[in-house]
């Protein structure tokens, strides 16, 4: 059952790496996603913002191509009333896109000319695309401005006219700020998508969708962090227009001082990136029912072991409770024939030596009971019972040494070695010491490794004749001991009697 235990925690560790491994697989595949929509968003931008940067430049040009065949338009004298110049002044802007309109005005900021047939007599001194050129500057590109005529949003080349080496007016062509939906249209940056250009002084210039009028973007970020370092790159922030959240890409637009500008939607960018976030919880949340019904299983058969555990620790407990009653008895039903041998008139060395022998059949059950060892006994505890229980009975002034290995001895061959041992010793006190003399004996057994063995038993005693005891019952039944052990065995005499045997005292496929 532990081992049971065991697979299942390992099981269950498995399953838990597993799950880490996919969430951190999951999380790489998710940040990956993000960067390559990011990028696939950036990419798209910067496309765009160079459309919008050729379209600006184009615009440009015409703008001052126009502004030029205007002031040539005119001749020396731009206040003599013509009306073929302002014709002329419809075929320099006919090429030009979208709702033009020229104008030209004189010094005093008066329109003289114009190709609006709703034009009104309004004065633009106030205007920045004048004011600039009466200044001293050549040409002028306005903010985006909100017209004085109509309302719409527009916003202005202009050029200085000088005449006589004197400032003489202006001439003008504005453009309303829709002629960049076309742009729009073509790039095709999606909903919430935007075109723009402005001035590197952060002033708005276009922007389609329409803003809500005139804006300065001189703080915004574009200006502030980006445009100083980089004349063209990408970056994201939050629109000054509309508060929206943007991927955006700018870029100086060549040959002018303009900035063109296309911007799209983070969220619609990231679109992809929040789908696969979808694919991803669904697949966690596969994983993780997946993962609780495996732990429920695992819980299940852990709960399942632990009982059929507990049940066979049971089972154990009572078999062990009854091979320790049986052994118990058996010692008692030993010991109650040694009873009914003393009861008996029998020879009295007849009868101490059945009751000797008994006894050592006893001390092996007892061994058994005592320590719950119902396979193996261990060697030293078994021998040392045998030889004091013995050594009491003849009440011989003899001491004893014990030089015993860690061995562990089968049950069966724990009765026989018992037996061995007892005939052994019982020859050494009882010819080994007469007239009660003190002495000594040495019990050894010392393992041989491949399940054998040797003891050796030595006295100090005056010796037996070997020739008168191989006729003995005792005799008989050490080599019968000795050959039911698959061993071999041996006396010296000399200062005493040494018995050797090369013993058996572990059964084959016992380890």
């Known amino acids: 059952m532990n081992v049971h235990f065991t697979l299942a925690k390992a099981a269950a560790m498995i399953i838990v790496a597993m799950f880490i491994s996919l969430v951190l697989l999951l999380g790489l595949w998710l940040h990956t996603s993000y960067r390559d929509s990011v990028r696939r968003t950036e990419e798209r931008a910067i496309a765009a913002s160079k459309i919008v940067a050729t379209n600006v430049s184009l615009l440009d040009s015409l703008a001052r191509q126009a502004l030029q065949r205007i002031d040539e338009t005119l001749g020396n004298d731009i206040t003599l009333p013509a009306s073929a110049k302002v014709r002329n002044i419809n075929e320099a802007v006919a090429s030009l896109p979208g709702q033009v309109k020229a104008y030209v005005v004189d010094d005093k900021g008066l329109t003289l000319y ?20 009466a200044k001293g500057a050549s040409a002028y590109v306005s903010g985006l401005l909100v017209s004085r005529l109509d309302g719409r949003q ?7 006219l000088e005449r006589g080496g004197r400032f003489a007016g202006a001439a003008v062509v504005s453009f309303e700020a829709g002629v960049l939906a076309d742009v729009w249209e073509a790039v095709d940056l999606g909903p919430n998508s935007t ?6 002084d952060g002033q708005l210039v276009a922007r389609y969708p329409l803003a809500d009028g005139p804006l300065d973007l001189s703080r915004y970020v574009l200006f502030t ?6 004349s063209a790159g990408t970056y994201q922030a939050i629109s000054p227009v509309d508060g929206a959240h943007r991927i955006v890409a700018y ?3 060549e040959g002018t001082r303009l900035v063109a500008i296309a911007s799209a939607d983070y969220d619609i960018g990231i679109g992809r990136f929040w789908r696969d976030v979808t694919v991803a919880i669904s697949v966690l949340i596969l994983a993780g029912i997946s993962l609780l019904a495996a732990g429920q299983w695992i819980r299940h058969l852990r709960r399942r072991d632990a009982a059929q555990s507990q049940l066979l620790r049971n089972t154990l407990a009572d078999n062990q409770l009854l091979l320790r009653e049986i052994h118990h008895r058996v010692k008692n039903n030993l010991q109650a024939v040694q009873s009914v041998i003393q009861l008996q008139r029998l020879p009295a060395e007849v009868q101490q030596s059945l009751i000797d022998r008994i006894a050592a059949m006893v ?14 006994l261990c060697a030293r505890d078994l021998l040392t019972s ?8 003849y009440g011989l002034p003899v001491a004893v040494d014990y030089d015993i290995d860690d061995i562990a001895v089968t049950s069966d061959n724990a009765t026989a070695l018992a037996l061995l041992t007892n005939e052994v010793l019982t020859n050494s006190l009882k010819y080994a010491f007469p007239e009660g003399r003190a002495g000594h004996i040495s019990i050894a057994l010392k393992s041989l490794g491949a399940r054998r063995a040797r003891l050796v038993i030595r006295d100090d005693g005056v010796g037996f004749d070997p020739e008168s005891a191989r006729q003995g019952m005792g005799s008989r039944l050490i080599r019968g001991v000795v050959s039911q052990m698959n061993g071999t065995h041996g006396f010296e005499h000399g200062n005493g009697t040494v018995f050797m045997a090369e013993l058996e005292i572990v059964e084959s496929g016992t380890s």
């Open 154 to 160: 527009i916003f202005a080349f202009s050029r200085r």
């Open 114 to 133: 114009s190709t609006d047939p709703m034009v009104k007599p309004i004065s633009i001194v106030d205007r920045s695309y004048f004011s600039e050129l």
């Open 363 to 376: 001390a092996v059950h007892e061994q058994i009971y005592r320590h719950d060892a119902f396979s193996r």
């Open 225 to 230: 962090d980006y445009l100083p370092k980089a």
């Open 251 to 253: 870029r100086t637009v």
């Open 195 to 200: 075109v723009s250009f402005a001035r590197p």
């Open 386 to 393: 045998v030889v004091e229980k013995l050594v009491a009975a």
